[in-house]
């Protein structure tokens, strides 16, 4: 079962940051926080993930405070092409490749 | 190279019958699992397969089953279908089947009438 919550919405202006927060209060000591994005009507793309450490690619950032209860995403210079739904996922490190979804954060970037 | 495949892209089915909906994973990933996405909320795990064995199953009816050929594709059957199946069902191929990230295909868009 979804253990994250996450804001329903947000609005980004194009070109700026994006800071989607995630809130993981019972995440346990093995379990990684994994970042998937929808565009409408595709599959979920991943992102990034990371376990106590921030993380940084070529799509994003990940920041996780130090009592790893929360956690968020920046997208550094957001584009209108960023305008999707974010999902934060906990899961088990030596578990299956089984994500558990919730409704996910709906970002619109706007011109 | 290819990303996931799946197999067809859009289907339209009446309450009662059966279907099976394919998957090819990317080359050379061993695991593939399979999600319900109905409109409006997020994708729920419903199986994994990892070197044709399950290795995980949500919590879905028995009217859900599939299944994982040697060449690592995998088929979801659904029986009896309720207009409630009717969803966007993803297919994820991994590399292993734990702590990897998972890679999604555009789906199987199922609707029931």
């Known amino acids: 079962d979804a253990k994250t919550t996450q804001p329903p919405s947000m609005d980004c202006a194009e070109g700026r940051a994006a800071n989607l927060p995630c809130n993981h209060s019972?995440?346990?000591?093995?379990?990684?926080v994994y970042w998937y994005r929808q565009i409408h009507s595709q599959g979920p793309q991943y992102i990034i993930h990371?376990?106590?450490n921030n993380e940084t690619n070529e799509m994003a950032s990940l920041i996780i405070t130090e009592d790893r209860k929360s956690s968020t995403l920046i997208l550094p210079h957001a584009t209108l092409r960023d305008t999707a739904v974010y999902y934060c996922?906990?899961?088990?490190?030596?578990?299956?490749?089984?994500?558990?979804f919730g409704t996910g954060t709906s970002l619109t970037v706007i011109p | 190279d290819a990303g996931v495949t799946q197999s067809p892209t859009h289907l339209i089915k009446t309450r009662g019958q059966q279907v099976t909906l394919r998957c090819s994973p990317i080359s050379g990933h061993k695991s593939v699992s399979w999600y319900q996405q109905v409109l409006g909320q997020g994708p729920q795990f419903i199986f994994q397969?990892?070197?044709?064995?399950?290795?995980g199953r949500g919590n879905f009816p028995d009217r859900f089953s599939a299944r994982q050929f040697p060449n690592y594709s995998s088929e979801l059957n659904v029986n009896a279908l309720l207009l409630g199946d009717s969803a966007l069902y993803l297919c994820?191929?991994?590399?292993?089947?734990?702590?990897?990230?998972?890679?999604f295909g555009q789906g199987t868009r199922l609707t029931v009438v």
């Open positions: 990371g376990l106590k």
């Open positions: 397969y990892y070197e044709k064995e399950e290795r």
């Open positions: 994820a191929s991994s590399l292993g089947w734990q702590n990897t990230e998972a890679f």
């Open positions: 996922i906990v899961r088990v490190a030596l578990g299956g490749n089984q994500f558990y």
């Open positions: 019972t995440i346990s000591g093995n379990e990684y």
